[in-house]
């Protein structure tokens, strides 16, 4: 829906802006712990686990 949005916009636009104004900087991500990584999968895990639980 937002890239839809996006391009109706740029399509509207009487002068297209320059590329550098469009193109958005890459944010650098933080390492994971491996003990982060393993609670998370643990909670997606579990919380997957509940809803097949659950009758419909």
């Known amino acids: 829906m ?3 949005w996006h391009i ?3 399509d509207r636009l009487k002068k297209m802006p320059p590329l550098k104004d469009l193109l958005t900087v890459k944010k650098t991500r933080v390492k994971q712990t ?3 990584i393993e ?3 643990r ?3 579990g ?3 509940r809803k097949a639980e659950k009758p419909a």
């Open 2 to 4: 937002s890239l839809a």
């Open 34 to 36: 491996p003990e982060e």
């Open 47 to 49: 919380s997957r686990s």
């Open 43 to 45: 909670s997606w895990l």
């Open 8 to 10: 109706a916009k740029l």
């Open 39 to 41: 609670a998370v999968t």
